[in-house]
């Protein structure tokens, strides 16, 4: 299984982003998809999630700005950040899981992506 994200880049406060995230290996539909991040120094953390049912789950200090969608035909999934922030800057992770019920604990993904950086300038 093998996860594969892209993306990352440099942008200004206030600006847009959209990372993607492609997986094999593995049936798409069938899988939980989310985005994690790991600013310097700090923990990984949980950004957004997708249930293979196509339930979303927001972590803490994105719903309003980020959103997150999936095109199972693709094995794809998409990171959509508006209004981005400084403290938006980090790597950005891509993940799956096989766990039935979507969770925002790393330890729940058994598959990760290469991350991506984001860096958000003031």
């Known amino acids: 299984v093998q996860l594969q994200a892209f993306g990352g880049g440099l942008v200004q406060a206030g600006g847009s982003l959209r990372l993607s995230c492609t997986l094999s290996g593995r049936t798409f539909s069938g899988t939980n998809m989310a985005w994690f991040r790991q600013a310097p120094g700090k923990e990984r953390d949980f950004v957004i999630g997708?249930?293979?049912?196509?339930?979303?789950y927001y972590g803490n200090s994105v719903k309003g700005r980020f959103t997150i969608s999936r095109e199972n035909a693709n094995n794809a999934v998409f990171l959509q950040m508006n209004n981005l922030m400084v403290e938006d800057t980090a790597v950005y992770y891509c993940?799956?899981?096989?766990?039935?019920?979507?969770?925002?604990?790393?330890?729940?993904?058994?598959?990760w992506g290469q991350g991506t950086l984001v860096t958000v300038s003031s």
């Open positions: 997708s249930s293979m049912s196509g339930s979303v």
């Open positions: 993940a799956a899981s096989s766990v039935d019920i979507l969770s925002s604990r790393a330890a729940r993904y058994e598959y």
